[in-house]
């Protein structure tokens, strides 16, 4: 069992710049990070391998970044130029398939979320 705690949501507005970080008990294969607005189906943001490997929603690439630390245990998703479309909680994901992406499929472990909300 991985558990996973997220940090660093808040409130920011449109062109700013946030950044997240999840520590995490055990490292897995593929980390990431997904969102889920409101009505909206959870998507998948940004993942990475213990390679370095990096995947990246279309809607946010150029504009975030996915990082780990290994030595820390850490996953950071810096997030910048900001738009009120990335308004969502966002989760904090690992998993230890053979296999990253943004796909869900490749995750079993989940953290509790943190919010993100961007103002025009």
């Known amino acids: 069992q991985v558990q996973l705690v997220e940090s660093g949501g808040g409130s920011v507005q449109a062109g700013g710049s946030l950044r997240l970080s999840c520590s995490y008990t055990?490292?897995?294969?593929?980390m990431g990070w997904f969102r889920q607005g409101p009505g909206n189906e959870r998507e998948g943001v940004a993942a990475?391998?213990?390679?370095?490997?990096?995947y990246y929603d279309a809607s946010v690439a150029g504009r975030f970044t996915i990082s780990r630390d290994g030595a820390k245990n850490m996953l950071h998703l810096q997030m910048n130029n900001l738009k009120p479309s990335d308004t969502s909680e966002y989760y904090c994901?690992?998993?230890?398939?053979?296999?990253?992406?943004?796909?869900?499929?490749?995750?079993?472990?989940w953290g509790q979320g943190t919010q993100v909300a961007v103002s025009s």
């Open positions: 055990t490292s897995t294969y593929c």
């Open positions: 994901a690992a998993g230890s398939r053979r296999g990253c992406s943004t796909y869900e499929k490749w995750f079993e472990f």
């Open positions: 990475i391998s213990s390679g370095g490997s990096t």
